[in-house]
């Protein structure tokens, strides 16, 4: 792994940790692993108006779990 790949890892990892939400495009086939995959990270998947489909592809919004009222 270069510098610039463990760098951009930090990044990314400081975006995780410090999101309070999230919309991915996800395709379908993948849905089902991205939602245990964000469950993982404190992530939950919450039905809003603004989750759609595109052909191929879900857009699912998650929220960090302690913002979702279960």
Not at 20 to 48: C, W
Not at 61 to 68: H, M, P, R
């Amino acid at each position: 792994m270069t510098e610039a790949d463990a760098e951009r890892l930090r990044e990314l990892d400081y975006i995780i940790r410090h999101s309070v939400s999230l919309e991915l495009r996800v395709p379908d086939s993948e849905t089902k692993d991205v939602l245990v995959m964000m469950e993982n990270y404190g992530f939950k998947y919450k039905v809003s108006w603004a989750s759609m489909e595109l052909k191929g592809y879900t857009v699912i919004d998650f929220w960090k779990k302690e913002l979702v009222k279960l």
